[in-house]
């Protein structure tokens, strides 16, 4: 039957969909484990203990945005605290790893470990927008100095030296308690001014890079950008999985100047700073749909300061959206159902002659004006809306910890009871017995898709279960609407 052979390939891209999320999002979806930290051997220090033991003094720095400390042993920058963001554990959220970020790097591997070891002098200075820390030390006949400001009330921070052919490397990650999930990018981003190159590595352990635009090592949810002001060469080198470490080295002789952005990756934030540091959030190849999503979802949320509210009102718009295709679906899978004993005649008439049977099949949906697979067009179209929306409910911070009702309190992680993926999944059995031409009694292979989805769902973020849930809800309705009124 044609209807059965629908439903077939409806279960069988449905399950793809399934298969698909399960592989590449369902395992991932866990918080970042913290890993003991790797060194960089060839431009720190053999001694482990000269990483994880600085033996010069703290000098803390606090603004409205960070609590930032920097030793006074090669300058380092090892904490990095967001007062605005907290961790998991709900305090504030950490940058920098172990390691320390902005070691020193040199021409030579010695005259690194001579800086990196050097315990510097310094003094700071406040001004009006920010507070420089500048430090300095004995370098031949000459004083190094190394300079951090951190403006007060921004995401911003300028790195600087006042000898030539002197940078820096950072890494090996950022945020190392940050959440993760396998299909949005963690790792190390280079712009070359037209695009940005998301850096794997997966063939060779490093690569080089000539005047970068920015560089920037970014977790899901928050990055450490550098956006150098004169040209450097950029090298970066895969350490182990998930771990990298940048150098960036001044062009012929030049100052190593630079200002970066360390914060939180929100979109309009981002954007405000120039030079495309909202790439640092990697959309996908559906970005060109999760973009106005997500100025809809935040717009939403001005007006009504709830994101699962937000998503409620974006999944009622993208159903008004697909509701004329969805008419003409089910209006196509009654007609078949209709059509059924005519279609079992010309079989019955042509088994000996399979052309002259689809000539006339054909023939008879021609004249009825039906397509035999039109109850597949919604689900196929919905499918780019659905990534979309799912990078965007996995990248965007606006849901990290963001609360909906009672016991979600964070969208973008998964339901702690299971409410919504067990909901969605008894919804999803409601909507298939309401769909025309389904025998379930027959077509037991479609029983097992609620079953699969609510499985892979049960880890699923709410904010997604949330919108499949009243997808399906919205779906019921418009079937009884469709079957009721329209008919």
């Known amino acids: 039957m044609e209807e059965q052979k629908s439903g077939l390939l409806i279960f069988a891209l449905s399950l793809a969909l399934a298969l698909m999320l399960y592989f590449y999002f369902g395992s991932q979806l866990n918080r970042q484990s913290v890993r003991q930290p790797t060194e960089n051997k060839t431009q720190v220090s053999k001694k482990k203990s000269d990483i994880f033991k600085f033996s010069g003094k703290d000098i803390r720095i606090e603004t409205k945005k960070f609590i930032a400390v920097v030793n006074t042993q090669g300058g380092v920058l090892r904490s990095l605290k967001l007062k605005e963001y907290k961790g998991d554990d709900g305090k504030p959220m950490e940058l920098i790893p172990k390691e320390g970020f902005f070691w020193n790097v040199a021409s030579t591997e010695s005259l690194s470990e001579r800086l990196n070891n050097a315990i510097y002098s310094y003094k700071i200075k406040d001004g009006k927008n920010k507070t420089t820390l500048i430090l300095y030390t004995k370098l031949g006949n000459s004083t190094l100095e190394k300079s951090y400001s951190f403006y007060k009330n921004r995401y911003k921070i300028e790195l600087s030296f006042n000898a030539p052919g002197i940078g820096i490397f950072f890494g090996p990650k950022v945020a190392p308690k940050d959440r993760k999930a396998r299909y949005s990018f963690i790792g190390p981003l280079v712009f070359d001014g037209k695009k940005v190159k998301e850096v794997k590595l997966k063939k060779q352990p490093e690569e080089s890079f000539k005047s970068p635009v920015w560089v920037a090592l970014q977790s899901l949810y928050f990055t450490v950008t550098l956006i150098p002001e004169k040209p450097v060469d950029a090298i970066i080198k895969k350490i182990k999985k998930g ?245």
Not at 262 to 281: D, F, H, R, T, V
Not at 317 to 342: C, D, G, R, T, W
Not at 401 to 412: K, M, N, V
Request: aromatic share 14%; net charge positive; charged share 15%.
């Open 243 to 487: 771990s990298y470490y940048i150098t960036l080295k001044p062009e012929k002789g030049n100052l190593f100047i630079s200002w970066g952005f360390a914060g939180p990756k929100k979109y309009e934030l981002l954007k405000s700073y120039g030079m495309n540091l909202e790439q640092n959030i990697r959309f996908g190849i559906f970005g060109i749909i999760s973009k106005p999503l997500l100025y809809l979802m935040n717009w939403l949320y001005k007006i009504i300061p709830n994101y699962g509210v937000a998503i409620i009102i974006i999944t009622f718009i993208i159903k008004l959206i697909f509701h004329p295709l969805s008419v003409k679906a089910y209006k196509s899978m009654n007609k078949m159902k209709e059509l059924q004993p005519l279609i079992n005649q010309i079989r019955e008439a042509y088994k000996d002659d399979p052309s002259k049977m689809n000539q006339e099949l054909m023939e008879l949906y021609r004249k009825h004006k039906i397509n035999p697979f039109g109850g597949c067009l919604p689900l196929l179209l919905q499918i780019p809306v659905f990534f979309a929306l799912y990078k965007l409910l996995m990248v965007s911070i606006e849901l990290r910890h963001a609360p909906f009702i009672l016991w979600i309190t964070d969208l973008s992680a998964k339901d702690p009871y299971y409410v919504t993926p067990i909901l969605m999944g008894l919804t999803m059995l409601v909507q298939q017995l309401l769909t025309p031409g389904q025998d379930l009694s027959q077509n037991k292979f479609m029983l097992a898709l609620p079953v699969i989805f609510t499985i892979i769902f049960l880890n699923f973020p709410s904010g997604l279960c949330l919108y499949f849930l009243v997808s399906n809800i919205l779906s019921i309705g418009e079937q009884l609407l469709i079957k009721y009124v329209y008919s």
